[in-house]
């Protein structure tokens, strides 16, 4: 079993909505989390980045990360045809720092 | 964007050939890493570099070697090339935890496409 799981989806939303990602993880060493965007032929891109429990916002994006769940989020208001891309979730440990262990990625399709 | 440049970005090559990917920084970082990513699998991490000739395995590292001769250049060689070999390959690139005050993130270039027919 992975210890990371995210669903591949595709996820398509229309313009505007609220794009709600999510993955689950199964150890509880991870304490650093990650959200990537990845465009199609082009490498992952970080978009969030946070150690914390709780919410963590820039611009339209939002992280959430529950420990107590091992349970992190990304949240896109105001959904861009331009957000059309695969997010990758991402994980940082403090045994083995360096060594992420990443989602499969979810495609997020956002139609016009 | 990170001053990550991967080269080739593209090869296709036959199976049981040598193959060796360059990832050049232009960031001075001192940690470096090569992934694979498969469909279903994410990306997976091959070797890892924490300084020059310092390197250490990741999870995927059977079938691969890897060197780091300066900072800013980190190889990976397939020494006989496998059609299961046959992925994208990422190249990542983070400061230092010490220098930077905490754990930092990585950061990609983007890609070479190998295809090992």
């Known amino acids: 079993q992975k210890e990371v799981e995210q669903d591949p989806g595709p996820l398509s939303v229309p313009e505007g909505a609220i794009v709600s990602l999510n993955c689950t993880y199964s150890?509880?060493?991870?304490?650093?989390f990650m959200w990537y965007r990845q465009y199609s032929r082009k490498g992952p891109e970080l978009l969030m980045y946070?150690?914390?429990?709780g919410n963590k916002e820039d611009g339209r994006f939002t992280a959430q990360v529950d420990k107590s769940s091992k349970y992190i989020s990304l949240f896109i208001r105001d959904s861009q045809p331009s957000d059309s891309a695969t997010y990758l979730c991402?994980?940082?440990?403090?045994?083995?720092?360096?060594?992420?262990?990443f989602g499969a990625g979810t495609q997020v399709v956002v139609t016009p | 964007d990170a001053g990550i440049t991967q080269s080739p970005r593209h090869k296709v090559t036959e199976t049981g050939t040598p193959v060796t990917l360059r990832c050049h920084q232009t960031?001075?970082?001192?940690?470096m890493y090569w992934y694979r990513q498969d469909p279903g699998h994410g990306l997976r991490l091959i070797h890892y570099?924490?300084?020059?000739?310092?390197?250490d395995k990741g999870e995927v590292s059977d079938g691969y070697s890897v060197s780091r001769s300066k900072t800013e250049d980190f190889l990976l060689t397939l020494e006989s090339a496998t059609s299961s070999q046959t992925s994208v390959y990422f190249c990542?690139?983070?400061?230092?935890?010490?220098?930077?005050?905490?754990?930092?993130?990585?950061?990609f270039g983007d890609g070479t496409r190998l295809s090992i027919l």
């Open positions: 990542a690139i983070s400061e230092s935890a010490e220098i930077a005050g905490g754990n930092q993130p990585q950061h």
């Open positions: 150890n509880s060493a991870f304490q650093y």
């Open positions: 946070t150690y914390s429990s």
């Open positions: 991402a994980m940082d440990r403090t045994d083995s720092w360096g060594k992420l262990q």
């Open positions: 960031e001075n970082h001192r940690y």
């Open positions: 570099s924490y300084g020059v000739k310092d390197t």
